[in-house]
């Protein structure tokens, strides 16, 4: 899927967070959005999953030559990012159930398969509220990389996790992040150092 940002802007109250953002993110490509702690990634990433709305300009998206309905848009998109919760009560085996009762898993992988994937076959019957932020991290990214969705958002991927599980994340994303409009938040260089482009938050700060 295509996204198109045509002369995006953000502010909360009086403060513009970024603005006259025009970018095309294509379908296939992958995109790093950097920027500084504060600098307005996450508010970035929101806007284009559509959870937030712009406060100037427009937002488009494209399968093809196909416009997709902003109704239909969350079907599309799947995001992994710390301020999203999982449900905690659940169990690994429930929750990749649950997810997968509303996004088709890619490549038909069954929850075993997943499960095998994040090397969490031990923890599988655990509720999720006793796995380590490590654990959960590794979910919320199988979650979202293992959905057949067009579009990946990826707000500080390797957070929580140490050399193997950010080995294990480089993995997993060059593994099924091809082929899909692929965007990684990020301030460190080895969270996006295989993206293709890359866009600079600090380029849309008000200069006043
Ligand atoms: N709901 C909100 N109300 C008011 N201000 C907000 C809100 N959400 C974010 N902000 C402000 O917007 C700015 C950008 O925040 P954002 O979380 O997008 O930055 P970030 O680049 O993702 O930061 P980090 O690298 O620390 O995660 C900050 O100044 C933040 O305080």
Redo the contacts with the bound molecule.
Sequence with gaps: MDVILSNIG?R??R?W?FEGIDHTFESGQSYAIL????????????VIAGSLTPSSGTIAYMQGDTPVDIESVYQNVSIAA??LELIEEFSLTELLDFHFRFKRPLDQLTTKQIISLLGLERSSSKPLKYFSSGMKQRTKLALALCSDTSLVLL??PASNLDMAGTAWYKDIVGQFGKGRTLIV???QDFEYDFCDHQLK?TDYKKTQ
């Design positions: 953000r909360f109250n403060e967070i920027g500084h702690n504060g600098s307005g990634k996450s508010t970035l990433l929101q710390p301020y707000d500080e938040c990020s301030n938050i």
